[in-house]
């Protein structure tokens, strides 16, 4: 089961999802809901939830900046009576983009495809293997045979040490937030596995015959 929170300034959505959350109690639970950034973020700082309902235009801050600041490692669905604000969404990697007015159909789409971002997660934390999507499959990638992760503006590129690169949309922080300790990030644009190392100094690592430099930024 989920555990979400929902922030919106206006109470007639929070209503809504309050209502539409408590039709599925045995798929997600709204633990709380809030009217105001400030509060929201007080109880993130002291409770771990899993899911957050957000709602773009916000006083103050925007849903954007405050998941941006204070949702890391939480899944994301955005609200909002706008639907320019879809690429940001996408941009921000949100499960999923509730367009208000919503009925209890569309929430429920978007309530399973949170529980199965949940139940992938799960699953990377504690098996050699992470999935990825490429182009339109989701492929399975095994941690073993990956010898670095190359950044490419909003793409990552995997190397293998036994087959031809991948390329997947995420950004370098989801995607190290999936990775076991054997993974570190060296450079904004490289993350590598440690035990391909076959030298290294401080300027740079060396996997083999490739050749990465070290950002003053990231300790190796």
Known sequence: MLKAIALDDEPLPLEILQTFCDRIPEEIQLVKIFSKVTDAKQFLELEQVDLIFLDVQMPLLSGIE????????????????????????FNLEAVDYLLKPFDFERFKKSVDKASRHFAMQSSQKDESFIWVK???????????????????????????????????????????????????????????????????????????????????????
């Open 134 to 220: 490429v182009d339109s499959k989701h492929v399975k990638i095994e941690l073993e045979k990956v010898v670095y992760i190359e950044g490419m503006a909003d793409y990552l590129r995997i190397h293998f040490d036994d087959g031809k690169p991948i390329v997947t949309r995420m950004t370098m922080k989801k995607m190290i937030e999936n990775l076991d300790s054997n993974f570190l990030r060296i450079h904004k644009s490289f993350i590598i596995r440690e035990d391909k190392i076959t030298a290294k100094s401080s300027k740079e690592v060396h996997l083999g015959e490739v050749t990465l430099p070290i950002s003053a930024s990231y300790n190796l």
């Open 66 to 89: 405050f998941y941006k600041l204070f949702g890391k490692n939480k899944l994301l669905i955005l609200t909002t009576a706008f639907s320019e604000f879809a690429l940001e969404g």
